[in-house]
């Protein structure tokens, strides 16, 4: 089913809002089992990572969702997009940015997760 450039940019917004919440929604849920648990600090970067992984596929299956074509692209551009725009939270409230192996890492990783969401979402229906 084709679809016109507008309503697509528009999924993809809106499917970058629903990783991008869900990220918030499960850091806030993380920051309380921290305060509230006895969960060590040094597992903060795998949750992090867990967490990142979860909310890019699924927001990549909510886009696939909407398109119905080309899941491994439109996902893998989840992917890209988040990783943008918590480079430039990271940016704006964290530190400068430094690319090295952590960040292309980081892109890859993203990029690999959008991916593997829009070939699920595509074949899911």
């Keep these: 089913?084709?679809?016109?450039?507008?309503?697509?940019?528009?999924?993809?917004l809106k499917?970058?809002?629903?990783?991008?919440?869900?990220?918030?929604?499960?850091?806030?849920?993380l920051t309380?089992?921290?305060t509230f648990t006895?969960?060590?600090?040094?597992r903060i970067p795998l949750i992090?990572?867990?967490i990142m992984i979860l909310s890019i596929v699924i927001?990549?299956?909510?886009?696939?969702f909407k398109v119905e074509e080309k899941g491994w692209l439109n996902g893998g551009l989840i992917g890209i997009l988040y990783f943008l725009v918590v480079l430039l939270i990271n940016f704006l409230f964290i530190k400068p940015f430094i690319f090295d192996?952590?960040?292309?890492?980081?892109?890859?990783?993203?990029?690999?997760?959008?991916?593997?969401?829009?070939?699920?979402?595509?074949?899911?229906?």
Excluded: H, P, Q, W
Aim: proline share 0%; aromatic share 2%.
């Design 1 to 12: 089913m084709k679809t016109s450039i507008v309503k697509r940019s528009g999924d993809i």
């Design 15 to 29: 499917s970058l809002a629903v990783a991008v919440l869900l990220t918030v929604i499960l850091l806030l849920i």
């Design 32 to 34: 309380a089992l921290l």
């Design 38 to 42: 006895s969960l060590k600090e040094d």
């Design 48 to 50: 992090n990572t867990v």
């Design 59 to 64: 927001g990549s299956i909510s886009l696939a």
């Design 101 to 125: 192996i952590y960040t292309i890492g980081k892109l890859l990783i993203c990029t690999v997760a959008g991916v593997i969401g829009g070939m699920i979402g595509v074949n899911i229906k």
